[in-house]
């Protein structure tokens, strides 16, 4: 499984696909930098992905990707290319979080908006 954690409020400005281009005018300091060393690296930004194993549960990815946001998409599968960017993180060019199969949340007041957007999605508030 890969996951993906992000603030809600991305999600809405950005659904149905995550793209770091769309935020790069967000970025400042740090993750400029970082963005920087990536496109040297790789060629672009990707979008970055926990991957779960045998010595990296999908307990631990969430609760690692609920830091970088309020809410966590799993998926089973993701559409490549796919970069190895460290030990257990993936990199995608666009993530569509339309393919995902479970949403895990932190909030409350957005019960609603999942279901509409995800609908049959399982969702599990943490």
Known sequence: MF????????????????????????KRGDQLADRLHLLQQFGLEPVHLLEAGPDYPPERCVRECL????T??????????????SRHEVGVEVLDVRACVRIYTE???TAAEIRD????????RD
């Open 3 to 26: 996951f993906h954690g992000i603030k809600w409020e991305y999600v809405r400005e950005a659904y149905p696909l995550l793209s770091p281009r769309r935020s790069v005018s967000r």
């Open 67 to 70: 830091s970088f946001g309020d």
């Open 72 to 85: 966590v998409f799993a998926f089973e599968r993701l559409e490549g290319p796919l970069w190895q960017l």
């Open 107 to 109: 909030r409350t007041d």
């Open 117 to 124: 957007l995800f609908p049959g999605v399982l969702v599990i």
